[in-house]
């Protein structure tokens, strides 16, 4: 009897370590995804007349809460399927189609905060209706704002600019052209509140950009100001001054032909000393200016910035008319933003310290971001434009810039300011 | 040097012999010896059957009448062959008592640990017990730490009925761990264990069962003191190194949080009793959950593991020679999930949107240990020499999945032996015990596998990359696998102090152990040692 026990007891305990070995086994040869995922299938919707263009267009999803990005291409239907993890993504697509007249049409879309949630029984279908855009002739080539770092090692911040560049073959005029940046000025770590959850739950950024602090104005009377194909204009954003004699990283901003924004009822004289002789005459002029600030306030972080023209009644009768304004929506703060249509965009360039941001441009201005995180702060860095190989190629060699309103594709981040070569 | 090494061992023998020699003169005086001088705390504690039970009420069981100490202790470590987040060149201090004592028919025990513990070159976790819990928070700057922790346990066991006992006890342990360089943190540990249980007396058999409660809490706060432009890495782990590196900034990769978790659970235990033999079974089961973040709706991520655990201790004990088996099994499976959510402002009010759990990280163990033990000598209290063996086994397997669709697998195993010998002298007004321990451990398996969903039809792999911190992958995988021997040589004088009400001894407690492993890759040396000195009052 006891001899029995014993042996009860070591094939008990023998049982249980082979029991325990195999359940260490299972684990890893389980497929850790065959529960817990979700299919997405995205159906593209193109805008009428373009149905043939369906095949082959690049979708991006991306996962903001860890920055892995998944890259699909639409088959002939127009239909591309993954299968993701629990979460909210975001689906942005850019297609290019065949030139007609000379002109490429750009298909973008971008939508943010799609849902899949672990209640959901089946499939998420996706239906993404691609906006039309064209290229544009008067594009941002350059944003140089994350400052650089001095002789004594302090950082720097005000020798900020932006480049604009006209990517097409005929004159360009900068007469009347606009430039802001769109609210917060920092991008946003939640939706932004100019936008709306749509009926099947995606979140849409309005069509009507909400711009904020100040509206800068190129002066002229429509042909004053040319920018010949291929040729560029650097506007300064703060001190339009040489920063290179005691910050060798900096740039000098006092070049004859370079244009600044100054205004005087910026007080702040580190941010806006008097601009140098050289921009003489080349002050953009400041048609609008909201609240207290001493400075303009561009960010050093994730900014905004955008171009436009107010087509209609006139730019400065467009601002003063208070039905072109707004206030930010689920607020009671009283600051103003003048609200302009994306349709009178230019370019803009949506720039993220990191991919967790949301979003403030919809996706026929900007369907995506260009990231420069914090360790590219302070070093003279900037986000610049991709050249487009081939079209410059067509264009004889005259340098023309990726521009498919998706930043993701269109820009990069450049160790240093191209306007020091 | 060889020829002075050749007279330290030559000293060194004549030494033994003589207190050989001696140990038998006063073995013939022992009477005049009270026992309690002679108690070994820690080694008399160990071969009870029940004090190392979950069911307090088995302190009653003690086959003693009360036995403590009180003790000031150092430790100094130096060496490279560590765990990754452990210093190479370390010191400790502090402070203990404990106690047995039956009053009446109720036994109480207690015990209080202070420790002070300074730590160069430390880094890779923001926890004080990472192995704890399946993420982690870390950045990688090599600075001093400083620990200050205080261990409180007390427990009691009294008969509420004919053969029916009751117990319970209380531990407590609460820490602060500080570093003291940017990128700094501030780790605050309260970890709170209670269990509750009855034993029935029913003739040859003592059966028992308890329920047991913890709950262990430790929260995170980086900062950054120094007013400067230095970026540091802070990294948020999720399992085989995999996870989130980004700059630090309270913005962009807040690593501050709160670990809690909560382990439930219960024992029972069946004692076999039979004249000089004692068979103690307990088999324990426990169900863990545990959270990082705010909590609730705020959470980041939590977890849940599920541990099986059996302990068994044969005792056969005469007058002159005493066995003890003891054999040790655990099994445990815990699962840690990202909790996916957001908020979102919807009107002027933050809406939280709950997505669901994505399993990020499973780990499954399995231990086992088997410890033989052979004590001879007249006194329990006292064996003139202790002999002891072991073995002990561990597998592991983890599987990371927190890049759809790549998953990536571990398996490890290791094995260690170890032998351990016990002499004990006694003089005229003291003892002194001399130990030497020697052990091997050595592992294999798979360091790491990568593998591809097969749900993943359509999507362009070389865009989908996981980051992993593979320096560490390789340490902790050479660390645990690596073969490695370890010797222990200890030295303890004791001396006898005696009133007509008191009984006990001083003493002084010195201890080396050294490890070495061979053929290391990873690790920036392949030895460590570690020196421990302390002296108490035992009575």
């Given at each position: 009897?006891?001899?029995?026990?014993?042996?009860?007891?070591?094939?008990?305990?023998?049982?249980?370590?082979?029991?325990?070995?195999?359940?260490?086994?299972?684990?890893?040869?389980?497929?850790?995804?065959?529960?817990?995922?979700?299919?997405?299938?995205?159906?593209?919707?193109?805008?009428?007349?373009?149905?043939?263009?369906?095949?082959?267009?690049?979708?991006?999803?991306?996962?903001?809460?860890?920055?892995?990005?998944?890259?699909?291409?639409?088959?002939?239907?127009?239909?591309?399927?993954?299968?993701?993890?629990?979460?909210?993504?975001?689906?942005?697509?850019?297609?290019?189609?065949?030139?007609?007249?000379?002109?490429?049409?750009?298909?973008?879309?971008?939508?943010?905060?799609?849902?899949?949630?672990?209640?959901?029984?089946?499939?998420?279908?996706?239906?993404?209706?691609?906006?039309?855009?064209?290229?544009?002739?008067?594009?941002?080539k350059e944003v140089y704002y994350r400052g650089c770092t001095g002789l004594d090692l302090k950082t720097f911040q005000y020798d900020k600019y932006i480049t604009f560049y006209n990517n097409s073959d005929d004159i360009a005029y900068l007469d009347s052209v606009c430039f802001g940046i769109v609210e917060p000025y920092n991008a946003p770590t939640n939706p932004t509140p100019w936008s709306y959850l749509s009926a099947d739950g995606q979140r849409v950024i309005r069509d009507t950009i909400p711009i904020i602090e100040a509206i800068w104005q190129f002066p002229g009377t429509g042909?004053?100001?040319?920018?010949?194909?291929?040729?560029?204009?650097?506007?300064?954003?703060?001190?339009?001054?040489?920063?290179?004699?005691?910050?060798?990283?900096?740039?000098?901003?006092?070049?004859?032909?370079?244009?600044?924004?100054?205004?005087?009822?910026?007080?702040?004289?580190?941010?806006?000393?008097?601009?140098?002789?050289?921009?003489?005459?080349?002050?953009?002029?400041?048609?609008?200016?909201?609240?207290?600030?001493?400075?303009?306030?561009?960010?050093?972080?994730?900014?905004?910035?955008?171009?436009?023209?107010?087509?209609?009644?006139?730019?400065?009768?467009?601002?003063?008319?208070?039905?072109?304004?707004?206030?930010?929506?689920?607020?009671?703060?009283?600051?103003?933003?003048?609200?302009?249509?994306?349709?009178?965009?230019?370019?803009?360039?949506?720039?993220?310290?990191?991919?967790?941001?949301?979003?403030?441009?919809?996706?026929?201005?900007?369907?995506?971001?260009?990231?420069?995180?914090?360790?590219?702060?302070?070093?003279?860095?900037?986000?610049?434009?991709?050249?487009?190989?081939?079209?410059?190629?067509?264009?004889?060699?005259?340098?023309?810039?990726?521009?498919?309103?998706?930043?993701?594709?269109?820009?990069?981040?450049?160790?240093?300011?191209?306007?020091?070569? | 040097?060889?020829?002075?090494?050749?007279?330290?061992?030559?000293?060194?023998?004549?030494?033994?012999?003589?207190?050989?020699?001696?140990?038998?003169?006063?073995?013939?005086?022992?009477?005049?010896?009270?026992?309690?001088?002679?108690?070994?705390?820690?080694?008399?504690?160990?071969?009870?059957?029940?004090?190392?039970?979950?069911?307090?009420?088995?302190?009653?069981?003690?086959?003693?009448?009360?036995?403590?100490?009180?003790?000031?202790?150092?430790?100094?470590?130096?060496?490279?062959?560590?765990k990754y987040n452990e210093s190479d060149d370390n010191f400790n201090f502090g402070l203990r008592t404990a106690s047995y004592k039956k009053i009446n028919k109720t036994t109480f025990f207690g015990k209080i640990d202070y420790n002070n513990f300074r730590g160069q070159n430390m880094t890779w976790s923001g926890l004080i017990y990472p192995e704890r819990y399946l993420l982690a928070v870390a950045d990688s700057r090599p600075a001093e730490k400083r620990k200050e922790s205080y261990k409180l346990s007390g427990g009691f066991s009294t008969p509420i009925a004919t053969n029916l006992?009751?117990?319970?006890?209380?531990?407590?342990?609460?820490?602060?761990?500080?570093?003291?360089?940017?990128?700094?943190?501030?780790?605050?540990?309260?970890?709170?264990?209670?269990?509750?249980?009855?034993?029935?007396?029913?003739?040859?058999?003592?059966?028992?069962?308890?329920?047991?409660?913890?709950?262990?809490?430790?929260?995170?706060?980086?900062?950054?003191?120094?007013?400067?432009?230095?970026?540091?890495?802070?990294?948020?782990?999720?399992?085989?190194?995999?996870?989130?590196?980004?700059?630090?900034?309270?913005?962009?990769?807040?690593?501050?949080?709160?670990?809690?978790?909560?382990?439930?659970?219960?024992?029972?235990?069946?004692?076999?009793?039979?004249?000089?033999?004692?068979?103690?079974?307990?088999?324990?089961?426990?169900?863990?959950?545990?959270?990082?973040?705010?909590?609730?709706?705020?959470?980041?991520?939590?977890?849940?593991?599920?541990?099986?655990?059996?302990?068994?201790?044969?005792?056969?004990?005469?007058?002159?020679?005493?066995?003890?088996?003891?054999?040790?099994?655990?099994?445990?499976?815990?699962?840690?999930?990202?909790?996916?959510?957001?908020?979102?402002?919807?009107?002027?009010?933050?809406?939280?949107?709950?997505?669901?759990?994505?399993?990020?990280?499973?780990?499954?163990?399995?231990?086992?240990?088997?410890?033989?033990?052979?004590?001879?000598?007249?006194?329990?209290?006292?064996?003139?020499?202790?002999?002891?063996?072991?073995?002990?086994?561990?597998?592991?397997?983890?599987?990371?999945?927190?890049?759809?669709?790549?998953?990536?697998?571990?398996?490890?195993?290791?094995?260690?032996?170890?032998?351990?010998?016990?002499?004990?002298?006694?003089?005229?007004?003291?003892?002194?015990?001399?130990?030497?321990?020697?052990?091997?451990?050595?592992?294999?398996?798979?360091?790491?596998?990568?593998?591809?969903?097969?749900?993943?039809?359509?999507?362009?792999?070389?865009?989908?990359?996981?980051?992993?911190?593979?320096?560490?992958?390789?340490?902790?995988?050479?660390?645990?696998?690596?073969?490695?021997?370890?010797?222990?040589?200890?030295?303890?004088?004791?001396?006898?102090?005696?009133?007509?009400?008191?009984?006990?001894?001083?003493?002084?407690?010195?201890?080396?152990?050294?490890?070495?492993?061979?053929?290391?890759?990873?690790?920036?040396?392949?030895?460590?040692?570690?020196?421990?000195?302390?002296?108490?009052?035992?009575?």
């Open positions: 009897m006891k001899k029995s026990l014993y042996i009860i007891y070591l094939l008990a305990f023998a049982t249980l370590i082979c029991s325990c070995q195999q359940k260490l086994q299972d684990l890893i040869d389980e497929n850790p995804y065959g529960e817990g995922t979700r299919k997405l299938n995205i159906n593209l919707i193109y805008p009428d007349g373009f149905e043939s263009e369906k095949a082959g267009a690049e979708i991006k999803v991306l996962n903001p809460t860890n920055g892995i990005e998944y890259k699909l291409y639409s088959n002939d239907l127009g239909k591309a399927s993954i299968d993701l993890q629990y979460g909210f993504y975001r689906v942005s697509v850019t297609d290019k189609g065949a030139p007609i007249s000379g002109a490429i049409p750009i298909f973008n879309r971008s939508v943010d905060q799609v849902r899949l949630i672990d209640t959901l029984k089946g499939d998420l279908n996706l239906n993404v209706e691609l906006a039309l855009s064209y290229a544009g002739q008067l594009i941002i042909k004053s100001h040319p920018l010949q194909p291929g040729q560029e204009v650097v506007v300064a954003l703060s001190a339009a001054v040489d920063h290179t004699i005691l910050r060798p990283m900096s740039v000098n901003l006092n070049v004859p032909g370079y244009w600044v924004c100054y205004n005087q009822r910026y007080t702040n004289a580190s941010y806006h000393p008097s601009p140098g002789p050289n921009l003489a005459n080349h002050w953009l002029d400041l048609l609008w200016k909201q609240g207290t600030s001493t400075a303009y306030p561009f960010s050093t972080v994730s900014p905004a910035p955008v171009i436009f023209r107010i087509p209609e009644v006139g730019a400065q009768a467009y601002i003063d008319n208070p039905a072109n304004r707004s206030r930010k929506p689920g607020t009671t703060s009283a600051t103003e933003y003048i609200m302009i249509p994306s349709s009178w965009v230019l370019d803009g360039v949506e720039c993220f310290d990191v991919t967790t941001r949301n979003k403030r441009f919809p996706a026929s201005i900007d369907a995506t971001f260009v990231v420069m995180g914090d360790a590219d702060r302070y070093l003279g860095k900037t986000v610049h434009r991709n050249v487009d190989e081939e079209a410059t190629q067509k264009a004889g060699g005259r340098i023309v810039y990726m521009d498919t309103n998706n930043s993701a594709n269109d820009f990069y981040v450049r160790s240093s300011q191209s306007i020091k070569e | 040097m060889k020829i002075k090494h050749k007279y330290i061992y030559i000293l060194f023998a004549l030494f033994l012999c003589q207190l050989a020699f001696s140990s038998q003169v006063t073995g013939q005086n022992k009477k005049q010896i009270k026992e309690k001088c002679l108690y070994h705390f820690d080694d008399l504690s160990r071969k009870q059957t029940w004090t190392d039970s979950y069911n307090a009420a088995g302190l009653g069981f003690i086959d003693f009448n009360n036995s403590s100490f009180i003790e000031a202790y150092m430790g100094k470590g130096d060496g490279a062959l560590v006992i009751f117990g319970a006890q209380i531990n407590y342990e609460t820490a602060d761990l500080a570093k003291m360089k940017d990128l700094r943190h501030l780790t605050k540990l309260l970890d709170f264990e209670v269990t509750g249980g009855l034993i029935y007396k029913a003739g040859m058999f003592n059966i028992g069962a308890n329920y047991y409660y913890r709950k262990f809490h430790e929260k995170v706060t980086f900062s950054k003191v120094a007013d400067d432009d230095i970026l540091y890495t802070g990294y948020l782990f999720k399992g085989l190194w995999f996870g989130m590196f980004e700059n630090w900034t309270n913005d962009a990769l807040n690593l501050s949080r709160p670990f809690t978790d909560v382990i439930k659970g219960g024992s029972v235990q069946v004692e076999f009793l039979k004249e000089k033999f004692k068979f103690h079974n307990e088999f324990t089961y426990k169900s863990q959950e545990g959270l990082t973040g705010p909590g609730a709706d705020k959470a980041f991520s939590q977890s849940e593991a599920e541990t099986y655990e059996y302990k068994g201790i044969a005792s056969f004990e005469q007058d002159h020679i005493r066995h003890y088996l003891k054999v040790n099994a655990n099994y445990s499976d815990a699962t840690n999930y990202d909790k996916v959510t957001n908020q979102e402002r919807i009107g002027g009010i933050y809406v939280t949107f709950y997505y669901g759990l994505n399993k990020a990280f499973s780990r499954r163990n399995f231990n086992l240990n088997g410890e033989y033990e052979i004590a001879l000598g007249r006194y329990k209290c006292n064996p003139n020499w202790n002999l002891k063996a072991g073995y002990s086994y561990t597998a592991q397997t983890s599987i990371s999945s927190i890049v759809n669709p790549l998953y990536y697998t571990q398996d490890v195993r290791v094995a260690s032996a170890y032998g351990k010998v016990n002499k004990n002298f006694i003089l005229d007004k003291g003892m002194i015990d001399l130990s030497l321990l020697g052990a091997y451990s050595s592992g294999s398996g798979i360091k790491q596998r990568e593998s591809i969903s097969e749900n993943a039809v359509g999507i362009n792999l070389d865009d989908v990359v996981a980051t992993q911190v593979t320096a560490l992958l390789n340490r902790e995988y050479e660390f645990l696998t690596a073969g490695k021997f370890q010797g222990e040589a200890g030295f303890r004088y004791s001396r006898f102090v005696s009133t007509q009400n008191t009984a006990g001894s001083i003493y002084l407690d010195l201890k080396y152990s050294f490890t070495k492993a061979k053929e290391l890759k990873y690790h920036d040396g392949d030895n460590a040692g570690v020196f421990y000195m302390a002296l108490g009052y035992s009575f």
